[in-house]
């Protein structure tokens, strides 16, 4: 039971609350989608090498099986938000990672690259449902002061997983010789079914059940977490409001709020998933050879999210977002369009680029969650979630055919995007630091 002996009766007990252990234990529960996503799209730059001993596995093979997993991300993402904005954040909570596990078991039987491609799909699907189940059910219980900061930490955990996957990769290669690959692409069930076992047992979210009428289980919930002299009326939520569906999230005063989130998460995506999906060939470029390069580069993603967390609730989401915009969009530029430098100078751009994106990416979580109503939350991470798909699927694509014509053109493109976002996030975004959830979200300005 959460420890609320010194916080007042008020009218935004979730908000006001003091960070307790219960919100602790849910981030780490929450964390686990994002981990197994860093994970398994790190992992398949690792698999090629013995996957090709057993079938031909051409360029474009490669460049569909790395986008595969993107456009599932897109599908469940779109999907699942919507889905879990009717039928609950807990059912699917759940529901979502078994799926991930049994597809990623499946991958162990894959016996030609179209077997990979349809896997690698199905496995985006669910990753791409857990971000806004996990993310919305997190946002709705933690506290305005903190929220920031432990939402953030959910995606932070997405480089701890691309760091893990080539430590994984050098142990599979070593155990397993040219079955390698399958055991790669199976490893992430080991990681679902864990952390479906924590989330076991984790209450609904009482915003939630307000948001359809269930008052009665929406005090049970809070009574669990809170304790037993707290109740709906401490929670300060709007009651049921059937005028919030699919369509306006698409509508004056959200669109605005949705053109943000789909476009910033776009650009911050694009350049991100294309160096993980394809680092070890980003490295080789480098002449730096060997897992070491990758697990290298997935650290610093970690490290550059440590002051991230710290500023965020400093000095704000849009600052932090246009600041880490505008240093990527300058070093990326700069090192793609003058020709002749150094090789070591480019490597620079691309470790400036980890420590720059991993001070700023979770906030593709911590934005949309704040900026829209429980009603139609998830289904707004959703469509972030799969906006930022479409850009990023097309990038990795693509990626095997820019690397021919060198680095330098990798950065031009991430140049572009990170500029694109800096424009995006100086007309559209919204500072929602220290504010209720419920007063960010029901004060959205117009387009």
Known sequence: ???????????????????????????????????????????????????????????????????????????????????????????????????????????????????????????????????????SLLAEYLPSKYRGRMLGATFVVWAVGAAVAPIVAILCGMWFGNDAWRWMLASAALFAVITLI???????????????????????????????????????????????????????????????????????????MSIYSFSFDVMEQFNLKGMGAEVFLAVLFVVGGIPGLYLVDKIGRKALLVWTFAGIAIIWGLGGLIPGLPTGVLLFAVCAFALLSGASNFLEIVYPNELFPTQVRATAVGIGTAASRIGSASAVYLMPFILEQGVNWVLVAGAAASLLGLIVTLAWGEETMGRALDDVAHAPKQL
Request: hydrophobic share 50%; proline share 4%.
């Open 1 to 135: 039971m959460a420890e609320l002996a010194t916080t007042s009766t008020g009218s935004h007990l979730i908000d006001d609350a003091p960070l307790t252990s219960f919100h602790k234990k849910l981030t780490l529960y929450s964390s686990g989608g994002p981990f197994i996503d860093g994970y398994t799209i790190a992992m398949i730059s690792f698999t090629y090498a013995t996957m090709g001993t057993q079938f031909a596995v051409s360029k474009s093979d490669k460049g569909l099986i790395a986008a595969a997993a993107l456009i599932g991300i897109f599908i469940g993402g779109l999907v699942f938000g919507w889905v879990t904005d009717k039928v609950g954040r807990h059912v699917m909570y759940i529901v979502d990672l078994l799926a991930l596990a049994i597809f990623s078991v499946l991958s162990f039987a894959a016996t030609e690259a179209w077997h990979v491609i349809a896997l690698r799909f199905l496995i985006g699907v669910a990753i791409g449902a857990d971000y806004p189940i996990a993310t």
């Open 198 to 272: 924590m989330r076991l047992g984790t209450p609904e979210s009482p915003r939630w059940l307000i948001s359809k009428g269930r008052i009665d289980e929406a005090d049970a919930s809070i009574k669990k977490v809170f304790g037993p002299e707290y109740g709906v009326a401490d929670l300060g939520e709007p009651e049921a409001d059937s005028r919030f569906t699919l369509s306006s999230v698409f509508r004056k005063p959200y669109l605005t709020r949705t053109l943000f989130v789909c476009f910033f998460w776009m650009c911050q995506i694009i350049p991100m």
